[in-house]
Structure formats: structure tokens, C-alpha cells
């Protein structure tokens, strides 16, 4: 068998920006492997996933809607992936098996530890979407207690009941009080989107961790506002590099080489 092999991705908008660190990372690493951006509609994910078997592909990384709509057709789940309800890996194993997992609450969980060990720490948690659910997930497995809260309230308190966290209203997001580390995973921040910032300025304070897990821009005005006010900041590039690093090795099964991968990514972010 040829030691050539093939990871790739599967989105509906493929970009460079995930075949560059883990090519960064089989390079560092001296594999000839290779890692492929595919960019299919919703009606090809059979056939996406029959290639990936015929043809031995060893790993897909997914976005979203792929994390949820691909479950059907994989033969098993990761246990966390399975509470948390998205696979953003398929891991071909060698019984020839799709497995999925989801790196995104480790890739959340190692950030923050970049500042911050979450395990006894309070955790004020904005957003109820996607990449909230797996943060909520990733920072209770880790053992903080979670306190989510979202726009929408409905979403927040059914977030919270389905990881054993706490909800709050999103009019008392300011209240900080008993808040080591508050992490955006809204969309607000993020290019496109509404440009502002999810808590005021005067909310922060330099006792807090301030993670925003929105990387396009770098800078956003959360994190702007976080570092005027002497806060620990941590950008939503962590979160992604964190994850790629999960997949990297469940695909190769060595450990990433983080530092390659994190130079590999720098290009593809804009700080404003
Ligand atoms: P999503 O499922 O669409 O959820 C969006 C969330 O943002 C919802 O909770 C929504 O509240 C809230 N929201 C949107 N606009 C808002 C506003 N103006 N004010 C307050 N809340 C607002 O999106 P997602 O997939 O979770 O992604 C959220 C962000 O995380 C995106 O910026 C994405 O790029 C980023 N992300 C980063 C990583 C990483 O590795 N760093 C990984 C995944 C996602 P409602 O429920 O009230 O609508």
C-alpha cells in the first residue's frame, strides 16, 4: 500500500485555510499525506462519504450544515459527539468504519486553558447555536460551572438543560459579578454581521478571561474593549487551531505540531 495519504474537507464554500495547517502539520512531521478542500451541495454527502470508503480517504473535516445532516450516514459516533449532537470529523478507521467526532468543545476547552484552567471556575457563556452547544459541552465536561446566556432566552434555558449548565437573561449578561471568564460564541463581532461588541465596556473589568470564539476579524470590538479594560483576552483563532490540532491527530494518530500548524494559519487571519 502506497504511504500516500488523503484527508480532506467537506463545505459548501471550500477555503485553503484547514488544508494549510494540516499540511503544515504532515510537513513538520515528514508524512506524505495530503489534505484536499471539497466543496459539495447537501444531495452529495452519500456519494461524498461511498468515495471516502471506496477510495480509503483516512479523515473529512465538516462545516456547518454538514455537522449535523451528516450523522445519518456515518456507522458510529464519538460518546461526546453523540451528547453534543455534531460531528465536525469522520474518522475512517481501519475496520473500514466512518466514526464521527466533534473537536470543536476540545478545541474551545484547550484555548481557554491557554489562560485559564475551567475546572471550578464560573463561566458566563454567550450564544445557544452551534458553537455554543459544543463549548457548553467541552467547559461542563471540563468541569467549570456554565452559565449560558442568549439573545433568544428560549434557546439559553434549553441549552442549559441539556448540558446540566445554568441560564441567565441576556439583560443580566452585564452583571459579572461571579464571572471568571465569559466567552462569546455569538456571531456578533463577526465580519458581516453586526459589528458591535455583546457585552458593554463597562462590564469588564481585569479580573475576567475574555474569549471571543469569532476569528474573522482577530480584533473584535469584544476583545478591543476586553484588553482597554485590563482583562486576559483569548482570540477566536485558538478555538480553530485547537480543533484542526484534535483532528490532525485522530487522523495521524501522533501528536500535532501545534507551532507549524499556528504559523500555517496566521496568513488567513485579518486583525480588523
Ligand atoms: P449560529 O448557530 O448561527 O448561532 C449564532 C448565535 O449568535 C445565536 O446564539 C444568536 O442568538 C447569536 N447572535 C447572532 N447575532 C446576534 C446579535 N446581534 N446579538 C446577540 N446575539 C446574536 O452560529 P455558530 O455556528 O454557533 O457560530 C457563532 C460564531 O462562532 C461565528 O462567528 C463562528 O464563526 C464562530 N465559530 C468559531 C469557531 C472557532 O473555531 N473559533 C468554531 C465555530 C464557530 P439568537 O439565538 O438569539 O439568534
Known amino acids: 500500500m502506497s504511504d500516500v495519504v488523503l484527508c480532506g474537507s467537506l463545505s459548501r464554500h471550500a477555503v485553503t485555510l484547514g488544508a494549510d495547517m494540516h499540511e503544515a502539520g504532515y510537513a ?16 452529495d454527502l452519500p456519494g461524498a462519504l461511498a468515495g471516502m470508503r471506496a477510495l480509503g480517504i483516512r479523515g473529512f473535516g465538516v462545516s456547518m450544515p454538514f455537522k449535523l445532516t451528516i450523522l445519518p450516514f456515518l456507522d458510529a459516533l464519538a460518546p461526546v459527539a453523540a451528547r453534543i449532537g455534531a460531528a465536525n470529523t469522520v474518522v475512517h478507521d481501519p475496520n473500514g468504519r466512518l466514526v464521527g467526532h466533534n473537536t470543536d468543545w476540545q478545541g474551545g476547552v484547550s484555548a481557554l486553558r491557554e489562560c485559564l484552567e475551567p475546572a471550578g471556575k464560573t463561566i458566563l457563556l454567550l450564544g445557544a447555536g452551534g458553537a455554543a452547544r459544543a463549548l457548553a459541552f467541552g467547559f461542563t465536561e471540563a468541569g467549570a460551572r456554565v452559565v449560558v446566556c442568549n439573545r433568544t432566552s428560549a434557546k439559553a434555558e434549553a441549552l442549559a438543560d441539556a448540558v446540566g449548565a445554568e441560564s441567565r437573561a441576556w439583560a443580566d449578561r452585564v452583571d459579572l459579578a461571579d464571572i471568571d471568564a465569559v466567552v462569546n460564541a455569538t456571531s456578533q463581532g463577526m465580519v458581516g454581521a453586526d459589528g458591535g461588541s455583546p457585552l458593554p465596556p463597562s462590564a469588564l473589568s481585569p479580573k475576567l478571561v475574555v474569549m471571543d470564539a469569532v476569528y474573522a476579524p482577530l480584533e473584535t470590538a469584544l476583545v478591543r474593549a476586553a ?46
Open 28 to 43: 513538520a512531521l515528514g508524512l506524505r499525506w495530503r489534505y484536499v478542500p471539497f466543496e459539495i451541495g447537501e444531495a
Open 227 to 272: 484588553r482597554a479594560a485590563g482583562a486576559t483576552t483569548v482570540t477566536g483563532e485558538r478555538m480553530l487551531l485547537h480543533q484542526a490540532a484534535r483532528q490532525f491527530e485522530l487522523y495521524t494518530e501522533r501528536e500535532a505540531p501545534l507551532d507549524a500548524m499556528d504559523a500555517a494559519l496566521r496568513p488567513h487571519l485579518a486583525t480588523s
